[in-house]
């Protein structure tokens, strides 16, 4: 759902930037820099901090945090797209703003964007893992993976590496680590075949 809201934002207005220009793509442009310019784990701590650490909270700070890169990416590649012969014909043709974000650069930006999607979602995912381990995440006794390292990471100091038996107190940890980076990977490889379905290409 975060990933989801960042690209629904972060789309919207970049696409809008680019194809409107003037004042508009400029005061959004400023103003997305300045959330770029404060790091993301910092402004994350200080606002769930100030709102607490609901579901809900959660997902529109790291939404907002995440729309700023999407907006960056979608409005570079728009502009690109604004550039060619078939974006002035529609305008020639006296389309509409919404009928050239919407039927020439959209599906033109689709493959960028798609990958961006599964970047993103493996970022917030491990972002959120991340602020369960500071516990400002999700908080029990909703189950987290970034919690669960957290707190199997006091199991650590217990463990005696002398024998494999004894030695499964310090692996422990890696048990929601290990799923954490399969999940990764296995979103990678989802948007890696959505990819090469969108392209074309023969097997």
Request: one cysteine or more; hydrophobic letters at 60%; glycine letters at 6%.
């Given at each position: 759902?975060?990933?989801?809201?960042?690209?629904?934002?972060?789309?919207?207005?970049?696409?809008?930037?680019?194809?409107?220009?003037?004042?508009?793509?400029?005061?959004?442009?400023?103003?997305?820099?300045?959330?770029?310019?404060?790091?993301?784990?910092?402004?994350?701590?200080?606002?769930?901090?100030?709102?607490?650490?609901?579901?809900?909270?959660?997902?529109?700070?790291?939404?907002?945090?995440?729309?700023?890169?999407?907006?960056?990416?979608?409005?570079?590649?728009?502009?690109?797209?604004?550039?060619?012969?078939?974006?002035?014909?529609a305008r020639m043709r006296g389309e509409g703003?919404?009928?050239?974000?919407?039927?020439?650069?959209?599906?033109?930006?689709?493959?960028?964007?798609?990958?961006?999607?599964?970047?993103?979602?493996?970022?917030?995912?491990?972002?959120?893992?991340?602020?369960?381990?500071?516990?400002?995440?999700?908080?029990?006794?909703?189950?987290?993976?970034?919690?669960?390292?957290?707190?199997?990471?006091?199991?650590?100091?217990?463990?005696?590496?002398?024998?494999?038996?004894?030695?499964?107190?310090?692996?422990t940890p890696l048990l929601p680590a290990g799923?954490?980076?399969?999940?990764?990977?296995?979103?990678?490889?989802?948007?890696?075949?959505?990819?090469?379905?969108?392209?074309?290409?023969?097997?």
């Open positions: 759902m975060t990933t989801a809201l960042s690209f629904t934002l972060g789309a919207s207005f970049g696409l809008l930037a680019a194809t409107l220009g003037g004042w508009f793509d400029a005061i959004s442009s400023r103003a997305v820099d300045v959330l770029m310019a404060i790091p993301a784990l910092i402004f994350a701590l200080l606002i769930l901090t100030i709102t607490g650490t609901s579901v809900l909270a959660l997902i529109l700070v790291i939404a907002l945090l995440d729309s700023t890169r999407v907006f960056r990416l979608s409005r570079a590649v728009a502009q690109g797209i604004l550039t060619m012969d078939y974006i002035e014909v703003l919404f009928w050239l974000i919407r039927k020439e650069v959209l599906p033109n930006a689709a493959a960028p964007l798609i990958a961006e999607f599964g970047l993103r979602f493996c970022f917030v995912f491990l972002f959120i893992s991340a602020l369960s381990f500071l516990d400002l995440g999700i908080q029990p006794p909703t189950a987290d993976w970034g919690g669960m390292v957290r707190e199997s990471a006091k199991l650590i100091a217990f463990a005696n590496f002398s024998s494999w038996k004894t030695a499964t107190f310090g692996l799923a954490i980076a399969l999940l990764t990977i296995g979103v990678n490889l989802v948007v890696d075949w959505m990819l090469h379905l969108s392209s074309g290409l023969k097997e």
